[in-house]
C-alpha cells in the first residue's frame, strides 16, 4: 500500500489548512484505521489524530484537540486532517500511516508501532 499525503503549505498563524491522505489501493485501504503524525526539526515524530476504518472512532493528541478535525471519505478513499487556528507550534512534516486492524483503541493508537504502511509526508509550516 502506498500512501499520498499532499495539501500542505505555508499559513499564518490562526490559519486554515486540509490535509488529505490517498491510497494506491482503496479496496483494501478503506479496511485500515489511519493515523496522522508529525515531526517538527530537531523533535521526535508524533502523534496528532486517528480515526477507524469506519470513520466511527477518532483519537486526538491534547496539544490539537478542539482545533484539528480527522476525517475519511472511503468512497474517495481519502482521509483528511482538517487543521484550524493554526499555531508555529504546529509547524512540521506530516505523515499518514495506516494501521491493517483498522480499529483504533485511544491511546494505542498514538504509537507509529501500530501503524503498517507510512506516506511520505508534507510538509506544514505556520508563521507569526
Known amino acids: 500500500v502506498q500512501l499520498q499525503a499532499s495539501g500542505g503549505g505555508l499559513v499564518q498563524a490562526g490559519g486554515s489548512l486540509r490535509l488529505s491522505c490517498a491510497a494506491s489501493?482503496?479496496?483494501?485501504?478503506?479496511?485500515?484505521?489511519v493515523g496522522w503524525f508529525r515531526q517538527a526539526p530537531g523533535k521526535e515524530r508524533e502523534f496528532v489524530a486517528a480515526?477507524?476504518?469506519?470513520?466511527?472512532?477518532?483519537h486526538y493528541a491534547d496539544s490539537v484537540k478542539g482545533r484539528f478535525t480527522i476525517s475519511r471519505e472511503n468512497a474517495k478513499n481519502t482521509v483528511y486532517l482538517q487543521m484550524n487556528m493554526l499555531k508555529p507550534e504546529d509547524t512540521a512534516v506530516y505523515y499518514c500511516a495506516a494501521d491493517t486492524y483498522g480499529v483504533i483503541d485511544g491511546p494505542s493508537s498514538e504509537s507509529s508501532d501500530e501503524y503498517d504502511y507510512w506516506g511520505q509526508g508534507t510538509q506544514v509550516t505556520v508563521s507569526s
Open positions: 489501493t482503496p479496496r483494501t485501504f478503506n479496511n485500515y484505521a
Open positions: 480515526i477507524s476504518w469506519s470513520g466511527g472512532s477518532t
